[in-house]
């Protein structure tokens, strides 16, 4: 019979035991405390009977040789019922057995190389130094060495020569020519009194805004020159003494006066023979000895005829300024007084009239203000028309 047939379905088998029987109802007694209670019976269930699973049997497994096609043939297991042992097959050609080197011989460490040692005595030069430790240079022999070695040092020196001709370069160009270029200007701020006209070193109108007593405005008019001449009798004895160490090489002076004709002022513009250094030294003698503030070194003023500076002389100086200059060869000076011919006892420098709350006569008048502001602008004029001539063309 196959395994795969299907068996017929069972029946469900009859139950023999008859329906149980209704119980006859119980009349219990009293029930005791000390007897157990009896369990209350249950009817049974009747339950449908279940199918039984069918069977099936499973396919026989594959050959190994379905499963492993590269796996020998397997030879058949021994029974017990066999006699004789079977014969094993034998390869054709054995694996060859791994040939394993034999052990090296062993040989003794070589000995320590004694220069190599931290005691051995370090190698002496010829003049008792010790040579210095130079680590050779693999694959070069030592004419290569020498060569490289020549050929860096001829590196370094060009080097170092390039390094020195730009530093000198550079002092050249900032020093020599910055030199060279403060000297020409200073010589040319020399030769002005005789390349400029007398209209640009003294304008006919200067305006000093600002320049006033409490910041009020100031205008200046011309009403006089001087001719050029030498500095004799233009000084106090002890101003020309202490200007006497840097020369006098012409002498340049005009006067103003102030829009209401009130005050007059005479500028002057000294110019020298001395060189920078002199001209730094006699600026650090004035500033250190205050040669601008004494009363017995004052400038004298010049009194043109038919003017109303017509009798403007030494005993109406008022206030007065002297400034040394150190970038040119001049020595600038400004003196003021009362156009009306009123004398002044003791004359007050000008930076000391100028100051706020000084009471003094020249200060209450403005006379201060009138002899600084138009002596700035004078020097200012001047610095404008020096710049120009200094000037390189590009």
Not at 142 to 158: I, M
Not at 290 to 299: A, E, F, G
């Amino acid at each position: 019979m196959s395994t795969e047939a299907r068996r017929a379905p069972i029946p469900p088998r009859a139950t023999d035991d008859p329906a149980p029987a209704e119980p006859a109802p119980q009349v219990e007694d009293e029930p005791s405390v000390f007897a157990p209670r009896r369990p209350l019976e249950r009817p049974r269930e009747t339950r449908p009977p279940v199918p039984e699973a069918q069977i099936t049997t499973p396919p026989p497994p594959p050959p190994a040789s379905a499963r492993f096609p590269d796996a020998p043939p397997r030879t058949p297991a021994e029974t017990p019922t066999e006699t004789t042992t079977r014969l094993r097959p034998v390869p054709a050609d054995p694996e060859p057995a791994v040939q394993v080197p034999p052990p090296p011989a062993w040989s003794p460490a070589p000995a320590p190389d004694p220069a190599l040692s931290w005691n051995a005595p370090w190698p002496v030069g010829a003049f008792g130094q010790p040579v210095p430790y130079e680590e050779p240079v693999r694959g070069l022999g030592p004419l290569a060495r020498l060569r490289s070695r020549t050929g860096v040092a001829a590196v370094c020196v060009v080097l170092g020569l390039g390094l020195i001709g730009g530093a000198l370069a550079g002092s050249r160009l900032t020093g020599e020519d910055g030199d060279r270029t403060a000297d020409s200007g200073f010589a040319a701020a020399g030769s002005l009194w005789h390349d400029v006209p007398v209209d640009q070193l003294f304008p006919p109108t200067v305006k000093g805004t600002g320049a006033g007593p409490g910041g009020a405005d100031r205008s200046w008019t011309r009403i006089a020159v001087a001719p050029d001449t030498g500095c004799a009798g233009a000084f106090d004895p002890l101003l020309a003494r202490a200007l006497a160490p840097v020369g006098c090489a012409r002498l340049l002076r005009a006067t103003y006066t102030d829009a209401t004709r009130t005050h007059v002022t005479t500028v002057g513009l000294l110019f020298t023979k001395a060189d920078p250094a002199a001209m730094a030294g006699l600026a650090a003698r004035f500033r250190t000895e205050h040669l601008d503030r004494r009363t017995d070194l004052l400038p004298l003023p010049y009194a043109a005829k038919g003017t109303p500076a017509a009798g403007f002389g030494a005993k109406q100086r008022a206030s007065w300024t002297v400034s040394v200059l150190t970038d040119a060869p001049i020595v600038a000076f400004a003196v003021s007084g009362w156009a009306d011919g009123r004398t002044v006892d003791t004359p007050q420098p000008a930076p000391d009239a100028v100051r706020s709350g000084a009471t003094s006569a020249p200060a209450q008048a403005g006379l201060g203000n009138e002899a600084q502001g138009l002596a700035d602008r004078i020097q200012r004029k001047l610095r404008q028309t020096v710049s120009p001539a200094t000037e390189k063309p590009s």
